[in-house]
C-alpha cells in the first residue's frame, strides 16, 4: 500500500499543475474566444503534429476521431484533418513513432466521410509497410454505408452494424457518460473520471473530460501497478470529439486531435467515389446465393452433433452441423452451412471444418450429404461420406469411409441410444418466460435453444440455436466445463474475441433451469434467464409467452 502510494503523490502532483494550467487557459479563452494551443501538457514530443508525414514515422490504423452518426447530425457541416500520433518507449529508452492522417467532414444532410491519407513507404524490419487511400461514407438517412480503397478499386455497399444504429446519441464526454459512475473490473482495475471544464479548441467550445484507469501489480508485466490517463475534449453541440490524448506510463502517448477545422458545407465530391471503381453489393449478393441454397423450414433439426454410438467401438465419429440463416420478410433463408467432422479415440479429439455448397469438396442438396477430402499432407485423415438425412426419425444413414476404411453407419443425436439412466440435465431447453414467474425488471429474452444430451460414456455434449436480429446461427457447440446433478458449467469456444461461460442449475421438478451468463468473467448483471425443457420443435412453439 506504501508503494502505491507513493507512486500516487508524484501523479496527484502533474495533475495539480495540469488542471492550473488548463484552467488559466479556459480563462483566457473566455475572455478572447480566440483558438488556444491544443496540446496539453502530455502530448507526445516529437515536433508539431499537423498532416504532414513526420520522418520515418510508421503508418498504422487508421485517423479515426470519435463522432455521432446516428441519429443523423443535421445542420452542422464541416470539415477538418484528422492526425493521429503515437510514441511507443522501449525499456532501453528507444522511441518508435507511429502516425496516420486523415479527413473528417460531414454535411448538412448528416452524411460522414472518414478518410485515411496515403502514407510513404517506410522501411520496418527490413521490409516496407505503407498505406493507401481508403474512405467510408456512411449516410444516416438511408442507413447505408459506402467503403473503397485505391488498392482494390473497389465500392462496397454495406449496412453499418446494428448496434450502430442508435435512436439516441450516446453522449462522447466520457464524464456525461458515466456520470460520476467508477468502473470495476474483475481483475482489480477500476476507472474514475473527472471533468477538465470547458475549452475552447479550433473555435469550438468543448468540455474536456479525464478518466484515470488504475491497473493494479500484475506479475507478469513488472510487478508494479500504474495509472493510465485518458483526456478527451469534445463538442455536444458539433456531436464530436476534438482531441484526445493517451498516456500510459508503460511507454506509450497517443494524440489524436483535428486540425484546419473549418464550418461549412464540405465539396460534394469529398463523399464520391472515383467514378472508375467498381460497386458490389454483398448484401444483394448475399441474397443470390441464399436463393441458390436448398430450402428449409426446420434448421434446428439439422443442426447440431450428430454421431455413431461408440459403445463396445472405442471409438466416435460424428459431425457438426452449423447453419446460418437470415430472415426476409418472413421467410427464413439458408445463408451457410459449416461442417465440424470429428474422431473422438482414447478421449482425445480431432476435427477438421469445411464449408458445405462452396466448392466441390462438400455438397448438400437438402437431403443428401457428401464430402470428398483427399489430403495433400500425412497428418489429415482422407474423408469421403455418402449420407442421407430422415429428419423424422432424426438419423443419417449411409457410408462413412476415414483414410480408406468405409463402413455403413447410423448417426443419431449423440445419447439418442440409451445405455444409462437420463441425467436431469439431457433435454432441449428452450428460453422463454414462465408464468408462474413473473418477467424481473430488465430480464433478458430471446429466441434461444440449449441443447444438452449425455453419450453412453456418460460424457455431455451441448449446443445451441439462438435468433436475434433476423439472423440466426444453429448448432453452434460449447463445451461442456462440469456437469454434475442438477448443475452444469459450459463455455463458448472464444465467440468473437469473447469467451461466454453460461452456468446453469434444473429446478426439483425438472421442467426449469435457472441460467447466468457471463463474458470473460464478468457476470452479467441482468437477472438470471429461466429455460423451460420442452420437446417442442422450434422456438416459441411449445411453451407460454409472456
Known amino acids: 500500500m506504501n508503494e502505491i502510494a507513493s507512486?500516487?503523490?508524484?501523479?496527484?502532483?502533474?495533475?495539480?499543475?495540469?488542471?492550473?494550467?488548463?484552467?488559466?487557459?479556459?480563462?483566457?479563452?473566455?475572455?478572447?474566444?480566440?483558438?488556444?494551443?491544443?496540446?496539453?501538457?502530455?502530448?507526445?514530443?516529437?515536433?508539431?503534429?499537423?498532416?504532414?508525414?513526420?520522418?520515418?514515422?510508421?503508418?498504422?490504423?487508421?485517423?479515426?476521431?470519435?463522432i455521432n452518426i446516428f441519429p443523423a447530425v443535421t445542420g452542422r457541416p464541416?470539415?477538418?484533418?484528422?492526425?493521429?500520433?503515437?510514441?511507443?518507449?522501449?525499456?532501453?529508452?528507444?522511441?518508435?513513432?507511429?502516425?496516420?492522417?486523415?479527413?473528417?467532414?460531414?454535411?448538412?444532410?448528416?452524411?460522414?466521410?472518414?478518410?485515411?491519407?496515403?502514407?510513404?513507404?517506410?522501411?520496418?524490419?527490413?521490409?516496407?509497410?505503407?498505406?493507401?487511400?481508403?474512405?467510408?461514407?456512411?449516410?444516416?438517412?438511408?442507413?447505408?454505408?459506402?467503403?473503397?480503397?485505391?488498392m482494390t478499386k473497389m465500392v462496397l455497399k454495406m449496412r453499418p452494424l446494428p448496434h450502430q444504429i442508435r435512436a439516441i446519441a450516446e453522449p462522447l464526454d466520457a464524464c456525461e457518460r458515466e456520470q460520476d459512475r467508477a468502473r470495476s473490473y474483475p481483475n482489480g482495475t477500476t476507472q474514475p473520471s473527472e471533468s477538465l471544464g470547458e475549452r475552447t479548441i479550433q473555435g469550438i467550445l468543448t468540455r474536456g473530460c479525464r478518466v484515470y484507469t488504475f491497473i493494479p501489480a500484475q506479475p507478469n508485466v513488472n510487478g508494479l501497478p500504474r495509472t493510465i490517463i485518458d483526456d478527451s475534449w469534445s463538442s455536444s453541440e458539433m456531436g464530436l470529439s476534438l482531441l484526445r490524448v493517451h498516456h500510459d506510463p508503460g511507454g506509450e502517448d497517443e494524440t489524436i486531435q483535428l486540425d484546419?477545422?473549418?464550418?461549412?458545407?464540405?465539396?460534394?465530391?469529398?463523399?464520391?467515389?472515383?467514378?472508375?471503381?467498381?460497386?458490389?453489393?454483398?448484401e444483394q449478393e448475399e441474397l443470390q446465393r441464399e436463393q441458390t441454397q436448398p430450402s428449409i423450414t426446420h434448421p434446428e433439426l439439422l443442426a447440431g452433433l450428430w454421431e455413431t454410438d461408440g459403445a463396445g467401438l472405442g471409438a466416435i465419429d460424428g459431425f457438426d452441423?452449423?447453419?446460418?440463416?437470415?430472415?426476409?420478410?418472413?421467410?427464413?433463408?439458408?445463408?451457410?452451412?459449416?461442417?465440424?467432422?470429428?474422431?473422438?479415440?482414447?478421449?482425445?479429439?480431432?476435427?477438421?471444418?469445411?464449408?458445405?455448397?462452396?466448392?466441390?469438396?462438400?455438397?448438400?442438396d437438402g437431403k443428401r450429404l457428401r464430402l470428398d477430402f483427399d489430403p495433400s499432407t500425412v497428418d489429415q485423415p482422407s474423408l469421403h461420406l455418402n449420407l442421407v438425412v430422415d429428419p423424422d426419425k432424426q438419423e443419417w444413414t449411409g457410408t462413412f469411409n476415414r483414410n480408406g476404411i468405409a463402413r455403413q453407419v447410423l448417426l443419431k443425436r449423440p445419447g439418442a441410444i440409451p445405455h444409462r439412466p437420463a441425467s436431469p440435465l439431457v433435454g432441449d431447453w428452450y428460453l422463454h418466460s414462465d408464468r408462474s414467474r413473473p418477467i424481473p425488471p430488465g430480464a433478458f429474452y430471446e429466441d434461444f435453444c440449449l441443447h444438452l444430451s449425455q453419450r453412453s460414456d456418460g460424457s455431455f455434449t451441448a449446443w445451441t440455436d439462438s435468433k436475434s436480429g433476423g439472423q440466426a446461427p444453429y448448432g453452434t457447440r460449447l463445451k461442456v466445463l462440469n456437469a454434475a446433478g442438477n448443475s452444469i458449467e459450459l463455455q463458448s469456444d472464444n465467440a468473437g474475441g469473447n469467451t461466454v461461460t453460461i452456468t446453469g442449475s434444473v429446478s426439483v421438478d425438472g421442467q426449469t433451469m435457472e441460467a447466468k451468463w457471463s463474458t470473460n468473467g464478468a457476470q452479467d448483471t441482468r437477472p438470471?434467464?429461466?429455460?423451460?425443457?420442452?420437446?417442442g420443435e422450434g422456438f416459441s412453439q411449445s411453451a407460454p409467452n409472456p
Open 528 to 535: 438470471p434467464r429461466i429455460l423451460i425443457k420442452s420437446s
Open 321 to 364: 452441423v452449423v447453419l446460418f440463416t437470415r430472415m426476409r420478410g418472413s421467410t427464413e433463408y439458408l445463408s451457410t452451412i459449416e461442417l465440424r467432422i470429428y474422431h473422438i479415440e482414447n478421449l482425445q479429439e480431432k476435427v477438421g471444418w469445411y464449408t458445405v455448397n462452396e466448392g466441390k469438396i462438400a455438397t448438400w
Open 260 to 282: 484546419n477545422f473549418v464550418l461549412g458545407e464540405p465539396d460534394s465530391a469529398m463523399f464520391q467515389p472515383p467514378a472508375d471503381y467498381k460497386v458490389r453489393d454483398p
Open 78 to 150: 464541416f470539415h477538418a484533418e484528422v492526425n493521429t500520433r503515437k510514441v511507443e518507449t522501449k525499456a532501453d529508452g528507444k522511441q518508435i513513432t507511429y502516425e496516420s492522417h486523415g479527413i473528417l467532414a460531414r454535411d448538412s444532410a448528416g452524411r460522414v466521410l472518414q478518410e485515411g491519407r496515403p502514407s510513404p513507404k517506410v522501411a520496418v524490419f527490413g521490409g516496407t509497410t505503407f498505406t493507401t487511400l481508403s474512405a467510408k461514407v456512411t449516410d444516416p438517412t438511408t442507413k447505408w454505408e459506402f467503403r473503397w480503397d485505391e
Open 7 to 66: 507512486m500516487l503523490i508524484p501523479i496527484s502532483t502533474a495533475i495539480l499543475v495540469i488542471l492550473v494550467v488548463v484552467g488559466a487557459n479556459a480563462q483566457q479563452e473566455k475572455s478572447s474566444q480566440k483558438p488556444v494551443d491544443q496540446s496539453p501538457p502530455n502530448t507526445p514530443t516529437s515536433g508539431p503534429l499537423n498532416s504532414q508525414w513526420s520522418p520515418g514515422a510508421i503508418p498504422y490504423g487508421g485517423a479515426n476521431m470519435p
